[in-house]
Structures are given as C-alpha cells and as structure tokens.
C-alpha cells in the first residue's frame, strides 16, 4: 500500500488552529503579533515538539520544525503561514503550514530516513499586515526593503519596533534573520487556490507555473474642503468626486488594454468626512496586478497618469506612495515536473495555472527552487468568513506533497 498522511489528524490540526482567533460571528482575525498570532505560535510550537522535531525561532519570527537529515545541509523546506487579514478564514495559510507537518509526523511514522534534513515552517505576516507582505519570507531570503522597514510605521499605526519588541524581536533581528537561514535545496508550499478554477472546473489540484507580480499604493486625491450648501457644484474641488472617476475610468481601461491585468481599490478614507462639507482629501489604496512584467508596468504607468490627468482636469492633486512591489516570478520546472509525475501516479487531474495571489513561495523562487500546490476554494472564496474546502481535496493535495517530499529527501 503507497505511504499517505492521516487526513484525520490534518483535520483535527486545522479545527483546533481555527478556534484561534474566531470570531463566534464568523471569521478569524490573526495578524502577526496579535495576541491570537502569540497563542498560534505557541500552539504550533507545542505541536511541533509533541511531534519530536527540533524547533527553532529567527529573528523574523519565523518558526521552523526539523526532521533530522543524513547530513545537516541543504534542507527541504515546507510551509506557509498561519497569519490571517482582519476576519479571513480557516484555510489560508494554515493549510499549507499543518500539511507540511502532518508529512514530517507520517515520515517518521514510516521510519523514513532523509538524505537532507525537512523542515515545516510558519513564516511571519504573508498577509502584510504590518509592513509590506512576506515580512516573514522576505527576511529569511534576505531581500526586505530595509528602507520600509527603518520608516517604523505600520497599517495599525503602532510603531513597527514596539510591535515587534512585545514579540522579543527587533528591526535588527529581522534584517539578521537572513543570516540564520540554512542553505535551502526546495521549497514546496500548499495553499488554497483563492479563486474558482479549480471549483469549476471540478479538479482536485493546481500546479502553479507562475505567481503574477503586484504594485501596492496609498494614494490620494487632494482638492478643497467647502460647505457644502452654499458651494455650486461647478466651482467644487471635490476629491470625492476625483476618486469616483478614476476608479471608474481606471477599471475600464485596466478592462480594455491589459488582458487578465488586475486593479482594484481596497480602502477609501474621505476627510473630513462628514455631513455638510465637500471632501477635501480622498485616500485609498492602490492594488495593481499582472502576470507579465511588461504589461504590469505598462498598466502601472496609464493608471497613474490617468490619474494625474483627472486630478489636473478636476483642479485637483494627485499623491501616491509604492508601499510594496514584487515582480511576475515563474515557478521551478523541475519541481513542477516532480509534481507532475507524482501526481499521475496518484491518480490524480491536476491543473496547470497561474496564480493572481501572491504566496511565500514566490519569495523564496528568488533564492532556491520553489513550488506551489494548489486546492480548490469552494465557490472561489478567501479573505473571508465564508472560506471553505472540501477535505478529500486536501487530502490528496497533502498527499501529492507528501510524495515529492518523500523524492527529495531520498537524494
């Protein structure tokens, strides 16, 4: 009989994580750092020694569980992470964090022995609730934006430095985190797909050949804050207004000249904001999409000048600020190749495909050989209460990640 996980137990793992941070009206609020994220972490790490893997911590938070290898270097690493956006849902993240240990426990179940050590990892804030995303990846590849993180400021508006003092780290941890990092042969990441393919296309497993790349702005529309009685309509400076046409206009030509590009207006913060007066500032966020890194930047720059141009045209100003940017980045072919062939042995359709989310993996393609296993989303939703999967589709994909696992770390 071929060697597989204990889907019961993966269960059990998950529903436990889940009552951490949920909310009794729906959802899960977990960012890192939160007092949720510190009981995860030590509710994970418990779980880890319970499972007799060596656990260690860096200087970015990051916690790794280790099976011993035949040799202390390169290591095989697998994982996600387990911090959430504000009311997301159970899955994301999680289940690639809970899969890889659940692979590491049914390895030593097995008295398999690994050429190279494995490790499970949690990496610390994907979800970019602090400070950019992949705080936590970022820092153990060693490719953070040190400028970002010395503005010590967060989306909580904390400082970024007292957050992560309460968690016994430091801004200098964090940019030494790099250097605690081991030589890493493979990384492979289970996730959910965050989108319907899958779904609908009633298949139990994505490969993802490429993660498409992102620009994440603050923004605003400046004009003049006037009563809003006696002021006619045509001497207004009205940056609500500003704001309302370019996020009209700006769809539209994202619809029109790019393809499957992505643009979309996350928060809107108008000021004064109130009854009675005309806005005279409209700030939102900016979130830019494509997989192709010429038309990503294309976009970029006609979104931005239409946005220039509706200011000037409204006798408005325009401001934007990047708080974050990563490129299109293909997926390993080797690994994809490996998971191809293990996944025909197991019986199993898969989809080859292109993710519009970024994940861990793509940071860490930067530094090794990385891959990334999809499952469907029920109904294509994430980042939401309503998140849901179906368990026999993760057991084959933990099972598709055991099986590579297990080709790896033969050597």
Not at 77 to 83: P, Q, W
Not at 101 to 115: D, G, I, V, W
Not at 132 to 155: M, W
Not at 320 to 348: G, W
């Amino acid at each position: 009989m071929k060697r597989a996980i204990n889907l019961e137990r993966l269960r059990r793992d998950l529903e436990e994580l889940g009552q951490i941070g949920f909310n009794p009206k729906g959802g899960v609020s977990r960012p890192s750092f939160s007092q949720a994220d510190f009981e995860a972490r030590d509710w994970f790490k418990e779980k880890l020694r319970q499972a007799s893997l060596e656990v260690r911590e860096d200087g970015a938070g990051n916690i790794f569980g280790r099976l011993k290898g035949q040799q202390e270097e390169p290591i095989i690493l697998v994982g996600s992470h387990f911090d959430t956006v504000i009311n997301g849902g159970l899955f994301d993240g999680s289940c690639g964090v809970l899969a890889g240990l659940e692979c590491l426990r049914s390895l030593q179940e097995y008295n398999f022995n690994p050429a190279f050590p494995i490790e499970v990892v949690s990496f610390t804030d994907e979800e970019g609730n602090l400070v950019g995303d992949f705080l936590g990846s970022r820092a153990f590849t060693g490719f953070l934006n040190e400028e970002l993180l010395r503005k010590d400021q967060t989306h909580f508006g904390r400082p970024l430095s007292e957050i992560l003092k309460a968690a016994g780290l430091s801004l200098e941890s964090v940019l030494q985190a790099k250097n605690q990092a081991p030589k890493v042969l493979a990384y492979l990441e289970l996730h959910i797909e965050q989108g319907e393919n899958l779904d609908l296309e009633e298949i139990p497993i994505g490969l993802v050949t490429r993660i498409s790349g992102k620009r994440l702005y603050y923004a605003s529309f400046i004009g003049r804050s006037n009563h809003a009685g006696p002021t006619p309509l045509e001497l207004r400076q009205d940056a609500f207004l500003g704001l309302a046409d370019f996020a009209l206009r700006s769809t539209r030509l994202v619809a029109s000249e790019y393809e499957d590009g992505r643009l979309t207006i996350g928060r809107v913060q108008l000021h004064p904001g109130t009854f009675s007066v005309v806005a005279g500032q409209a700030d939102f966020t900016l979130d830019l999409r494509h997989s192709e890194k010429s038309s990503l930047k294309a976009m970029e720059e006609k979104v931005l000048a239409l946005a220039e141009e509706i200011a000037s045209a409204r006798a408005l100003s325009f401001h934007s600020q990047l708080v974050d940017s990563t490129e299109p980045t293909d997926m390993s072919v080797p690994l994809i190749s490996l998971l191809e062939e293990e996944a025909k042995n197991l019986n199993y359709p898969y989809l080859k495909m292109i993710s519009w989310a970024g994940h861990d993996a793509q940071i860490l393609s930067w530094k090794t050989d990385a891959a990334l296993i999809f499952i469907p989303s029920i109904n294509g939703i994430s980042h939401s209460p309503e998140e849901a999967i179906r368990w026999d589709d993760l057991e084959k994909g933990a099972n598709l990640l055991f099986q590579a696992i297990l080709r790896l770390a033969k050597g």
